[in-house]
């Protein structure tokens, strides 16, 4: 099974360049893993494709637009995870 990094390895060494320029899957992205009723999943994908993104690109935005909601614009000050205080 081939993986991001070693797809991308190849990709450059087919193209004719040695250097590595690429950052490896794991130092850019995490894992998140969940369950779901297959009927949802369905309907989610169904309703991606009328948008013209991946389920992935779909949950990234849904993520990325709730900890922006939760935390504010500058999240990755709060990185600890608790809201800021708006007393």
Known sequence: ML???TFNVNLINILGHTER?????EQRTARLTLLIDPDKK??????CRE?????SQ?????????VEARL??????????????NS
């Open 3 to 5: 993986t991001l990094t």
């Open 21 to 25: 320029k690429t950052m490896s899957q």
């Open 42 to 47: 369905k309907a989610f994908e169904a309703l």
């Open 51 to 55: 948008e013209d993104v991946t389920p």
């Open 58 to 66: 779909k949950v990234r935005q849904f993520i990325r637009d709730y």
């Open 72 to 85: 504010g614009p500058d999240w990755k000050e709060n990185l600890d995870g608790r809201a800021p205080d």
